[in-house]
């Protein structure tokens, strides 16, 4: 450790954060740094930004308890692979490195957690069991039960102690983070769980390395494998999680994790050849907005403040597509326009749609308790339950069974409906429904109102997510007998824009009823949509969270002309 008094002055503006970082990282111990050097270190303070400092402290902390990362964390990188992006997903113990090699032209997937020795190894394995031991035998009072993360620290402590096992502070927090993760978090795919750019994980089998896809960079490889050990036993938990059970008897399971992930296991080689596997689809804690959308290039604006307009005056709406297309990432962001205080079921085999409201029953499947399946809830029964509830808004995860007949049924005595459904057009998805299975009849899906119609595609060589369509049901051709429809909005693929393809507002039939409903002229239909689209463009432009999103639709409910002017005083100070 440096001594104090040869510690020396660093003079303001002329230092870098880096050389900050250095200087206090000579002195172990924090606690002993001098008033002299702390005053340095304020003087530095005061030219770095103020957004900047919080991140400083950050790397001074860490630097002072942990080393340098490079020294901290693995980075193991296999040859052939340069870093394009890092950042973290569990400061400072898990970050992730997206890989790229040229000669394979291909991304990887590295996660990147405390770089541990052969000896640290070996030790980490016998504390872990002793650790185990002391929390199976052992007595924790119910008070303590919800603070998990304290208890293993404090028996970690207690175990080294009582063993007379001597470890620095590094590898204490080193041992701490992977007894934590083990236990309480999701052993090796822990950090991948905390990452917010993955939608799903998926594992193939024993030996195979784990699969993700991202956000910005589609399906990768990652560097992580499990053992036929390790793979049998992380699947047998996921399922003990989930309140499922899995054996070689039944070794197939779709469950749902605490936090609302998704996952399908199998356990053995009987059914999947290559040995257990599981795929989990990640549950988004961060709610998607129509703004996000319409910032991704998912949506438009006008196709926003079109679909706002439908869901505010209750039109039933079906949003199709094909697997990972955003179906229930739309439906839910349009959700989100349906009025504070108005009564809304939802019904999902899966909890994935999230909701503001407080006038809200989210209802779930629930698998039988037998072999005869007594006690079975599915879809249809949960729909029939709804329509007895009296709510203004029904909204159904995936229709694919005989929940369909039911759906349209409520949808033609008034009820409105918000669905998702698997096809990949217009057409597409009324041949499906007026055919068996599901066998709805053309009289009920004419009261449909809007078909969405969403995909994954490539622009720029980049995946990405779009609504190719918005069409309306309008009637069923007198002569023909077959369901008409219009489309509003279409997709150009060339200038991967959103067009939209009627002359007037009014002409929508959609637009039309409203504006009947709502008994407005013209004029007023094409102001209230100029309105909601300006709104939405300010909305984008100032980058507002969820939570300002709620605010705002909120306040606009209340107040329309406060909002509204508010914005025209923004558009002004920026022509």
Known sequence: MAEEGKVKRIKPKKVSKQKLVEVVSEVKAPDKISDKVLEDITDVLKEIDVGEISELFKQVREVAKYGTIEEFLDTSFPSGYDVVEEYWVYRP????FILFSKEFNDYMYFLSEPRLDKAERYLLYEVKELVRNKLIYGK????????????????????????????????????????????????????????????????????IPIFVYHWNYGNMQTNIKFDRRELDSFVIRLAQRSGKHISTSNPLVDATLPDGSRIQ?????????????????????????????????????????????AAENGKSMLFVGGTASGKTTSLNAVALFIPLNAKIVTIEDTRELKLPHMNWIPAVTRESFTGDERGKIDMYDLLKAALRQRPEYIIVGEVRGREAQTLFQAMSTGHT?????????????????EYPPLSVPRSMISALDIVSVQAQTFVGGRKVRRNLEIAEITEIDPVTKNIKTMTIFKWDPMTDTHRFLLNDVWSSKVMRDIMLFKAWDERRLVEEFEKRRMILEYMVEKGITATEFLKFIKA????????????EEYEATRS
């Open 417 to 433: 409906t918000l669905s998702t459904f698997h096809a990949d057009s217009v057409e597409a998805a009324i041949h499906r429904l």
């Open 265 to 309: 296991l199998t356990l053995g080689k009987d059914v999947t050849t290559r040995g257990s596997t599981f795929t989990i689809r990640k549950f988004r804690e961060i709610l998607i907005t129509p703004v996000d959308l319409i910032r991704w290039g998912t949506f438009s604006s006008e196709q926003m403040a079109y679909l706002w307009l």
């Open 140 to 207: 924790v009072s119910e008070k303590k039960k919800s603070d998990k993360e304290r208890i293993l620290e404090k028996t970690l402590e207690e175990v080294l102690e009582e063993y007379d096992l001597y470890v620095d502070k590094q590898t204490f927090h080193k041992f701490f983070y992977y007894i934590r993760r083990d236990f309480i978090g999701f052993y090796k795919i822990d950090g991948i769980m905390r990452d917010p750019y993955i939608e799903d994980i998926s594992c193939d089998g024993w030996n």
């Open 93 to 96: 113990f898990a970050k992730v």
């Open 556 to 567: 606009y409910h209340s107040n329309p002309e406060e909002v509204f002017k508010m914005v």
